[in-house]
């Protein structure tokens, strides 16, 4: 069958889709995709080209892990005496340029936790359609912070005849990558993965009633992996069909033309596992066999488990050695170790979940995407929500805090959070009212340490650290009136009373600062420069930190009154209105 007849026959592909015909690929860091992963957990990307990029499921958000040539998905058809193998992927290592698509062989869309790929190989007499998802659904936090990712992979025999073959899987072992003994102290200079044989790495074979697949484990002890690169993942197939696995060297080209040669002639690889230490990968697949007009689904299931999350610990300061405690001793650690013991435990409890997670996840979306909305802006709507699983800590004790970014790896920035938290409160609101206690606390241990600077909210966590007491921010004139707005907020959104009431006395303390910050008595904070989110020249009052500060005295009154404090609120009102004629004397334009 010609490849134009499969290709517009077959991808009338959801709209939105796109070929990768116009993207350039030769930069695999400048490539994005759909980030795969829990709240918290770490993910990894698929993306566009096909390829699995940007992985941080061993603790390192801040510099996430590419060239894993040794991960991809590849598949093999044959009808009579012609066989097809192809890897789904634009680009490889380790495969010759014959075995890769094309571009126009991709049609690709992300719809974040999922994404949806149709394939339009040349000469391959089936159709095939993968969707990825990771189940990140609103007010489920049991599911959206699991760290595990499913991969439906559905085929139809569009030929006359049989046609056999197998679908592949196949994952490299980073098992101790990122996980030197090194300082992660401000901002450390990125450096290149290292896939080396000194890891020890160990594995073996995990057949369940279930699925077939393989679990990857780290040495117990190694004197240059630190503990909070230790974990374990596994990868499984669930199929009607036989399925095999097959352990293999991804550097040596010998071993990766053995595949191919036998994925060529048999269909499918045999089973062979040889636990041996050394850079290796393991291929999980199955095989199917279909007739005309028949279809197969085959899904894999990709788990992982790396529990300690690393930070600096009290008596490491000086030699900043990355440990996984925080200043307290105790272990900062991952919300889903409370209630899994090991990745193959994940998929054991949520294999069997799968379709009704991803009926969940298609239900909150065709909620936007059947509404009247431009159709740019809904697959913006959805996708802006991928910061759940890229940027987010959730702490075995259930601290939780959203990173910047891996360029400015501060924690809990509120400033930057202001404008990024409705994803949170949207998905899950107990965690946002969570953080928002997170900066109450740390104002009052703040001022403890100081004495001074009552009510101020500072400008985040730490860098790296989710409970580093440092005063940057300590006079910044945008950040008080920012928390009251997110409080006040998250009331009108949730209704919960109790919440507000935790953090009320907080909120009365921030209004009083930020009336600290005003030094000529006009009742709007000045500016003295490097003074709030924008770190530029504001001097003086200004429409930003004053429109900030009116917002602020505006909502207050309300907040007071739910608090029986009437006083309170009729003060507030008065500066408001004072305020309000300082601003509008001081900064009104008619031009």
């Known amino acids: 069958m010609k490849r134009d007849k499969v290709y517009d026959d077959f991808l009338e592909s959801p709209a939105g889709s796109v070929t ?22 770490g993910k990894i990307e698929l993306c566009p080209d096909g390829a699995f990029h940007h992985f941080t499921i061993n603790n390192n958000d801040v510099f996430p892990i590419d060239g894993m040539k040794g991960t991809y998905l590849a598949l093999n058809a044959r009808t009579g005496d012609s066989s097809v193998t192809k890897v789904l992927q634009t680009n490889s290592e380790i495969f010759q340029p014959e075995v890769m698509l094309n571009r126009e062989e991709i049609r690709y869309r992300g719809l974040y936790p999922r994404c949806i790929v149709d394939y339009a190989i040349d000469n391959l007499p089936l159709k095939v359609k993968l969707t990825a998802f990771s189940p990140v659904i609103p007010r489920n936090l049991a599911a959206s912070s699991l760290p ?3 991969f439906i992979i559905e085929v139809e025999n569009t030929s006359e005849g049989k046609v056999e073959g197998s679908i592949c899987f196949s994952w490299e072992d980073i098992n101790g990558c990122w996980g030197s003994k090194v300082s992660w102290d401000n901002f450390v200079p990125p450096t290149d993965p290292s896939f080396s044989d000194d890891r020890g790495w160990v594995r073996q074979a995990s057949v ?10 780290h040495r117990e002890s190694h004197p240059d992996v630190a503990d909070f690169s230790y974990g374990d993942y596994t990868l499984l197939v669930d199929s009607p069909f036989e399925s095999f696995v097959r352990q293999y060297a991804p550097s040596s080209g010998e071993a990766v033309g053995e595949l191919l040669e036998e994925l060529a002639q048999e269909g499918r690889l045999k089973t062979r596992m040889e636990n041996e230490p050394g850079q290796h990968a393991t291929i999980v697949g199955s095989t199917f066999s279909l007739w005309k007009g028949d279809r197969a689904r085959i899904v894999f299931a990709f788990s992982w488990f790396t529990p300690d999350r690393w930070g600096f610990g009290a008596g490491d300061i000086a030699s900043r050695v990355a440990t996984p405690y925080d200043f307290a001793g105790t272990k900062i650690g991952h919300w889903y170790s409370n209630f899994y013991t090991s990745s193959l435990d994940v998929l054991r409890q ?31 709507l959805i996708n802006q929500n991928y910061l759940l699983s890229t940027n987010m800590t959730l702490s075995k004790d259930g601290r939780f805090t959203i990173l910047e970014s891996p360029n400015c790896p501060c924690l809990g920035t509120i400033d930057q959070r202001f404008y990024g938290s409705p994803t949170t409160l949207l998905f899950c609101p107990e965690l946002d009212h969570r953080e928002l206690k997170m900066y109450a606390d740390t104002s009052d241990k703040m001022f403890e340490k100081l004495g001074k600077y009552r009510g101020q909210i500072y400008h985040d966590f730490g860098n790296n650290r989710i409970d580093y007491l440092n005063n940057y921010g300590y006079n910044w004139i945008d950040l008080n009136p920012k928390f009251v707005l997110l409080a006040w907020r998250n009331y009108l959104y949730t209704g919960n009373l109790d919440d507000l009431k935790d953090i009320y006395y907080k909120v009365k303390e921030t209004m009083e600062r930020e009336k600290e910050l005003d030094r000529d008595g006009d009742d709007l904070p000045e500016g003295y420069g490097n003074c709030n989110t924008f770190e530029g020249h504001f001097f003086g009052a200004n429409s930003y930190d004053g429109g900030l500060w009116l917002a602020a005295l505006k909502v207050f009154p309300s907040m007071a009154r739910l608090m029986g404090e009437e006083e309170e609120a009729v003060k507030y009102e008065g500066i408001f209105a004072s305020a309000r004629s300082s601003f509008e004397g001081q900064l009104w334009n008619e031009e």
């Open 148 to 150: 595990v990712a499913y």
């Open 350 to 380: 949520n294999l069997d979940l799968m379709d009704d997670y991803l009926g969940e996840v298609e239900g909150w979306q065709d909620i936007i995407l059947e509404s009247s909305l431009p159709s740019w802006f809904k697959e913006m």
């Open 208 to 217: 369940t009633p279930f699925a077939r697949g393989v679990t990857f484990h």
């Open 20 to 41: 990768v015909d116009d993207l350039d690929f030769t930069n695999p860091k400048l490539i994005s995709g759909v980030p795969l992963g829990g709240i918290g957990t």
